[in-house]
């Protein structure tokens, strides 16, 4: 009779822990859609109990909306899936033809893999020197002096370099960089800008780190100090300049700021001629087939698939997700291309009982605000990760806001958050909230989704 007395309270103080959380849930929601900052908004907060995936919380749980880079854990768990965590990308170096009384009669060959992280800073082996010693240790073993190009083989990647729906405003800068067969340094470069003394004076450009691909003009302007980087740049239809717009602070000699790179190609064979193969031309392969014997001389691995979700989740690099998406696609189909990735992505979550509406997406990283997805379709990502054998990479790449594991996503009057969350009585929750369309500073609106979220503590 004890024993059943026991239970019976164990299982009414466990329900009016729940219920507490719901009803407090729904008490700070309810105060929040009340907040003038959601005077024309949309916003949808679903939350499950992660051990038996009850739900503790739903508002619009089932109505599509922008995500940003909260689309991210989804991108990230395929290719958890599909490509597995142990996952490297390849780019192979070698030659076409033969050598003769030490003359390569032929070209060099370069095959890429699609590989993001290509001459990446983040890594010791992906960056420029790393790579430029693979290949002059290669290069110097054939002995040779005399050579013609270099034959880029793009065979199976698609050319379109941005996704469909990203917005002119957003391509031009880093995080608007898209995916190509050959990714060198993330897609961008550095420019280095130069203010006034005065408010409105101009901005100048100093210089490029490295060199850029395009010539560019600034018509940006000085502004407040401490204002920081407002600045955007554009590569416009019809002109051979890039044009730097927008404003950063005055009396500053090295400003920094970054943009994407769209020649990429042309950036890499640049430095492959400075620092090794002086005269070297270069030729591209999309379609047409090599007519000789292609020599590998060696193949360059980039980091495994659990250490590029890291990077992907932690710092929301918007080319990952895209390359990633191309990846799907080039393993499926021998075609790296955005849509049909995009279409392997919906299959595979079908199949796991997300329905094709909730999950209406159009490229990997969330810059798009044409991708609509559901909170619901979020949380079940998310729960469905957690009983996987690679969550523990999984997990440890979602940044901490506010002492909450979760990622975050902004882009323009669009803010969310998706993750887990232990409580302080050891319930453990995983939660989407995402807000489309609303008004005023995003600092604010993140504050208060932050009072929210801390219901879950």
């Given at each position: 009779?004890?024993?059943?007395?026991?239970?019976?309270?164990?299982?009414?103080?466990?329900s009016?822990?729940?219920?507490?959380?719901?009803?407090?849930?729904?008490?700070?929601?309810?105060?929040?859609?009340?907040?003038?900052?959601?005077?024309?908004?949309?916003?949808?907060?679903?939350?499950?109990d992660?051990?038996?995936g009850?739900?503790v919380?739903?508002?619009?749980?089932?109505?599509?909306l922008?995500?940003?880079?909260?689309?991210?854990?989804?991108?990230?768990?395929?290719?958890?899936?599909?490509?597995?965590?142990d996952?490297?990308?390849?780019t192979?170096?070698?030659?076409?033809g033969?050598?003769?009384?030490k003359?390569?009669?032929?070209?060099?060959?370069?095959?890429?893999?699609?590989?993001?992280?290509f001459?990446?800073?983040?890594?010791?082996?992906t960056?420029?020197?790393?790579?430029?010693?693979?290949?002059?240790?290669?290069?110097?073993?054939?002995?040779?002096?005399?050579?013609?190009?270099?034959?880029?083989?793009?065979?199976?990647?698609?050319?379109?370099?941005?996704?469909?729906?990203?917005i002119?405003?957003d391509i031009?800068?880093?995080?608007?960089?898209?995916?190509?067969?050959?990714?060198?340094?993330?897609?961008?470069?550095?420019?280095?800008?130069?203010?006034?003394?005065?408010?409105?004076d101009?901005?100048?450009?100093?210089?490029?780190?490295?060199?850029?691909?395009v010539?560019?003009v600034?018509?940006?302007?000085?502004?407040?100090?401490?204002?920081g980087?407002?600045?955007?740049?554009?590569?416009?239809?019809?002109?051979?300049?890039?044009?730097?717009?927008?404003?950063?602070?005055?009396?500053?000699?090295?400003f920094k700021?970054?943009?994407?790179?769209?020649l990429?190609?042309?950036?890499?064979?640049?430095?492959?001629?400075?620092?090794l193969?002086?005269?070297?031309?270069?030729?591209?392969?999309?379609?047409?087939?090599?007519?000789?014997?292609?020599t590998?001389?060696?193949?360059?691995?980039?980091?495994?698939?659990d250490s590029?979700?890291?990077?992907?989740?932690?710092?929301?690099?918007?080319?990952y997700?895209?390359?990633?998406?191309?990846?799907?696609?080039?393993?499926k189909?021998?075609?790296?291309?955005?849509?049909?990735?995009?279409?392997?992505?919906?299959?595979?979550w079908r199949?796991?009982?997300?329905?094709?509406?909730?999950?209406?997406?159009?490229?990997?990283?969330?810059?798009?605000?044409?991708?609509?997805?559901?909170?619901?379709?979020?949380?079940?990502?998310?729960?469905?990760a957690?009983?996987?054998?690679?969550?523990?990479?999984?997990?440890?790449?979602?940044?901490?806001?506010?002492g909450m594991?979760m990622?975050?996503?902004?882009?323009?009057?669009v803010?969310?958050?998706?993750?887990?969350q232990?409580?302080?009585?050891?319930?453990?929750?995983?939660?989407?909230?995402?807000?489309?369309?609303?008004n005023?500073?995003?600092?604010q609106?993140?504050q208060?989704m932050?009072?929210?979220?801390?219901e879950?503590?």
């Amino acid at each position: 009779m004890k024993k059943l007395l026991v239970i019976v309270c164990l299982t009414v103080s466990l329900s009016s822990i729940a219920q507490d959380v719901s009803d407090r849930l729904k008490n700070a929601y309810t105060k929040f859609e009340s907040d003038s900052q959601l005077s024309n908004a949309l916003s949808s907060l679903y939350v499950v109990d992660a051990a038996s995936g009850d739900v503790v919380f739903d508002k619009n749980s089932r109505i599509g909306l922008a995500t940003a880079s909260t689309l991210k854990v989804i991108t990230a768990a395929t290719a958890y899936e599909l490509l597995g965590k142990d996952f490297r990308y390849e780019t192979k170096f070698g030659y076409v033809g033969s050598i003769k009384s030490k003359s390569l009669i032929g070209n060099f060959y370069l095959q890429p893999s699609g590989d993001p992280t290509f001459g990446s800073w983040r890594w010791k082996s992906t960056g420029d020197t790393a790579i430029f010693k693979e290949l002059r240790t290669a290069v110097k073993k054939l002995q040779i002096n005399a050579y013609n190009d270099v034959i880029i083989d793009d065979r199976g990647w698609n050319s379109e370099i941005i996704p469909d729906g990203w917005i002119w405003q957003d391509i031009g800068n880093y995080y608007g960089a898209g995916p190509t067969g050959l990714n060198w340094r993330e897609n961008q470069f550095d420019i280095i800008l130069k203010s006034g003394k005065h408010l409105g004076d101009p901005v100048s450009v100093v210089r490029t780190q490295p060199a850029a691909p395009v010539s560019l003009v600034s018509y940006a302007k000085s502004a407040e100090k401490g204002s920081g980087d407002n600045s955007y740049v554009y590569y416009p239809l019809l002109k051979t300049a890039g044009v730097v717009r927008g404003t950063i602070p005055v009396n500053e000699n090295g400003f920094k700021i970054s943009a994407a790179n769209p020649l990429p190609t042309k950036t890499f064979t640049q430095l492959l001629q400075e620092n090794l193969i002086a005269g070297l031309g270069m030729r591209q392969i999309h379609s047409q087939s090599i007519s000789h014997d292609t020599t590998i001389l060696f193949t360059h691995y980039s980091p495994s698939l659990d250490s590029i979700v890291y990077w992907f989740l932690k710092k929301s690099i918007n080319l990952y997700g895209e390359a990633l998406v191309k990846t799907f696609s080039s393993r499926k189909s021998g075609k790296g291309e955005t849509s049909k990735g995009v279409q392997i992505v919906k299959d595979f979550w079908r199949d796991k009982g997300i329905a094709p509406a909730e999950l209406n997406i159009v490229d990997g990283s969330g810059l798009s605000p044409q991708t609509r997805v559901t909170t619901h379709a979020e949380v079940t990502v998310l729960k469905y990760a957690r009983s996987q054998p690679w969550f523990n990479g999984y997990y440890y790449a979602f940044p901490e806001y506010n002492g909450m594991k979760m990622k975050s996503g902004t882009i323009n009057d669009v803010k969310g958050f998706c993750g887990y969350q232990k409580s302080r009585d050891g319930k453990e929750y995983i939660f989407s909230f995402l807000v489309n369309n609303y008004n005023g500073p995003s600092a604010q609106l993140i504050q208060k989704m932050y009072k929210v979220l801390d219901e879950l503590k």
